[in-house]
């Protein structure tokens, strides 16, 4: 018998190379077990606007001048044209930022609507606050799932019993692909759907591999 369809949503900063990873991963679960993402975003510049005094000075100072456009601009998108846009726009500025390794500027954001057929006009969201609101909502609708000590992406989907499970991560390169992607994913629902369960960590000794 073929497993019921169920549907896995997931929180993502474009600009963030360890969603990006996951995100990768989660293209090839969709492959490999019956699985269908939907997407949504989430904000590194809103998770840690409360933090800025406690983070690194570098990074203080991205989440200043870059976070926040390209999440803003898929925000937009999103709001014009509906959620369905946001995996193929997610793909066209994932890859320039990390794969390619482009300036997060507006002429990477117009290169990426391009390729995701949308208008150039939304690049212009990056500069405003016109659609926080939006953003705010459904950053915390991710967050609210799973609590404040944790970053992007989020993942939720419901249980074997129908029960929602929802858990941050996993973070991992470079991103599994085929059977690999699958044990992962397997592995990944059965801890995080263990009552009480609620964490896995260890030291990060590689930084991202991008394929």
Known sequence: MTAERVTADFWFDPACPWAWLTSRWMLEVEKVRPVDVRWHVMSLAVLNEDKLDQVPEEYREFLRTEAWGPVRVCVAAAKEFGDEVLGRLY?????????????????????????????????????????????????????????????????????????????????????????????????????????????????????????
């Open 91 to 211: 793909t066209a500025i994932g890859r320039r930022f990390h794969n390619e390794g482009l300036p997060r500027d507006r002429g990477t954001i117009l290169a990426a609507l391009e390729e995701a057929g949308l208008p150039s006009r939304l690049a212009d969201a990056a500069d405003t606050d016109a659609h926080d609101h939006e953003l705010r909502v459904s950053h915390k609708e991710g967050i609210d799932k799973v609590g404040e000590e944790v970053g992007t992406p989020i993942i939720s989907v419901p249980g074997p019993d129908g029960a929602e499970v929802a858990f941050f991560g996993p973070v991992v390169t470079p991103a599994p692909k085929g059977e690999a992607a699958a044990r992962l994913w397997d592995g990944t629902l059965l801890v995080a759907g263990t009552p009480g369960f609620y964490e896995i960590k260890r030291t990060r000794r590689q930084g991202p591999v991008f394929d």
